[in-house]
């Protein structure tokens, strides 16, 4: 298998090598480059801490023993001459190690040399670094010139740079055992982070190659709640999962109602069809009444494409609806009128609770569509009282519908459902009550549209009441 470059777990232990070098590089400079050089400084300080002691002995004609001590404190050896080159103080910490001493016993060429550099320097100051012979070891030489009220002075100080080379060595030492515990410790600690990252993730490509082969009952691992981003997209590909099913399942259903329904009244038109060619040609009146089946069974397939069209259309959001202002109350005689033969037909009561004229926003065709659904569905299922009532209430900021009957009522479980398509609570009954099945779903759709609240609130063996809300055009002042 091909080593993938780009994978999490690799990609991590790169970053965290990066960072490891970077944070090694920066140690290293610090440590080892800079040692030596802050050292020297550090040591130079303390030198100096000496200087500023005889300065103020100088000054004050005092040479007590503060002086000495802090020479020994600090290990330093030194010489104060006078403006003639006569030396006029001198303290030792260092014994043999002094390199002053020696110098200034037997290199007195060295001591004038200094007290050059001292007068020639701007600051009245110099600091140098010189080997010891005698004890192998680098030291430092400060000298300071002091101008006092009775003359000017030099003064001298020697102090040894403890050898820094073993130190040094030693940290370089320490240095490679530190990078090696560290890159350990780091690799170890990429690979258990970018483990826990890439875990779940690993996971959830598997999950998503099961469900791109139509596996809907896969979940996606969520790990283990550390990293809310990773959570959060496997909740939504959990939720997206679902959908998915959903959506499948509706497509099923969809592929077999629509089949089950084209083929119901095709194999009617087919046997109506034989029967004229093959028994009642002849017979007008019969052949009348088999013609008239046919076309009642291409009406239904008429409607059920109309339905659907509409339907699809509603849902993708193609349609524009108008936004006017129009009387709810009239639109609701308009219906009834429609229906007026299924009303005579089944000798129903319409009772209207409704004010004269109600002026609401919104579609009137595609209202009018809602109306014809709910008050066709309330004639299918009208109860023994055969009594329908359909009832306008303006509440104080918006217009309540209501189309109610006494009928069989909805069950609890299957009211969710009814605004489904092809959502049939007695499969059976279905073809005998008519209808095709989308009319709540269509209505529903329309009133998605329009943002419009809606319901049905029902009960089993009492009846049903379906209602929407709409928005005032005007506002009647006897609104509640
Ligand atoms: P259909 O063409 O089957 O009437 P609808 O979408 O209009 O399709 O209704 C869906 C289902 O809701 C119906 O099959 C029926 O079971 C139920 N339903 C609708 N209206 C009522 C009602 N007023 N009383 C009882 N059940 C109803």
Redesign the pocket.
């Known amino acids: 298998m091909k080593f993938d470059r780009q994978n999490i777990r690799y990609r991590t232990w790169v970053y965290f090598t990066a960072l490891t070098l970077g944070v090694l590089v920066v140690l290293w400079i610090f440590q080892i480059v800079l040692l030596g050089s802050s050292f020297k400084d550090m040591k130079v300080n303390q030198v100096k801490i000496v200087a500023d002691r005889i300065e103020t002995g100088i000054k004050t004609n005092v040479f007590g023993r503060a002086i000495q001590v802090s020479a020994v404190q600090n290990n330093v050896c030194g010489l104060v001459y006078n403006s003639r080159g006569k030396l006029l103080y001198q303290v030792d910490a260092l014994g043999l190690g002094c390199i002053l001493n020696e110098e200034a016993i037997n290199f007195a060429q060295s001591v004038s040399d200094y007290t050059q550099s001292l007068k020639d320097s701007p600051n009245g100051e110099f600091s140098i670094t010189v080997k010891n012979s005698v004890i192998q070891q680098d030291m430092i030489i400060y000298g300071r010139k002091i101008i006092a009220p009775f003359g000017n002075y030099f003064v001298f100080l020697n102090a040894p740079l403890t050898p820094l080379d073993s130190t040094i060595n030693i940290l370089k030492e320490q240095f490679i055992y530190v990078t090696i515990a560290v890159f350990v410790l780091f690799s170890l600690l990429s690979l258990i982070i970018s483990g826990r990252i890439a875990k779940p993730i690993v996971n959830m490509k598997k999950s998503a190659l099961r469900l791109s082969e139509g596996d809907y009952d896969v979940v996606f691992d969520t790990g283990r709640g550390e990293f809310s981003e990773i959570t959060d997209l496997a909740n939504t590909l959990n939720h997206t999962t679902v959908e998915l099913k959903k959506m499948d399942d509706l497509r099923k259903d969809l592929i077999a109602n629509v089949s089950h329904d084209i083929k119901t009244p095709l194999t009617m038109i087919k046997a109506y069809a034989e029967m004229i060619r093959d028994i009642s040609g002849e017979n007008k009146a019969k052949r009348e009444k088999h013609l008239n089946v046919i076309l009642d069974e291409a009406d239904h397939l008429d409607h059920l494409a109309q339905d659907m069209t509409q339907l699809s259309q509603l849902q993708a959001n193609v349609l524009t609806l108008s936004n006017e202002p129009f009387d709810i109350v009239d639109l609701i005689q308009q219906s009834l009128r429609l229906l007026e033969g299924l009303i005579d037909a089944q000798e129903i009561e319409v009772e209207l609770l409704t004010p004269s004229e109600v002026l609401v926003k919104g579609d009137p065709l595609k209202i009018k569509q809602v109306l014809i659904?709910?008050i066709?569905?309330?004639i299918?299922?009208?109860g023994s009282d055969k009594k329908l009532i359909l009832q306008v209430l303006t509440h104080k900021d918006r217009v309540r519908v209501e189309?109610i009957?006494h009928?069989?009522?909805?069950s609890e479980e299957?009211l969710p459902y009814?605004?489904d398509?092809?959502?049939?609570?007695?499969k059976h009954?279905?073809r005998n009550?008519?209808?095709?099945?989308?009319?709540?779903?269509?209505?529903s759709a329309i009133l998605k549209n329009h943002h419009a609240p809606y319901g049905?609130e029902?009960t089993l063996k009492a009846?049903?009441t379906?209602w929407f809300e709409l928005p005032y055009a005007v506002k009647p002042e006897n609104a509640l």
């Open positions: 659904n709910f066709g569905n309330a299918k299922y009208v189309v009957d009928g069989p009522g909805i299957d009814i605004w398509r092809y959502y049939k609570i007695d009954r279905h009550v008519g209808g095709t099945g989308l009319g709540l779903s269509i209505a049905v029902s009846g049903s379906f």
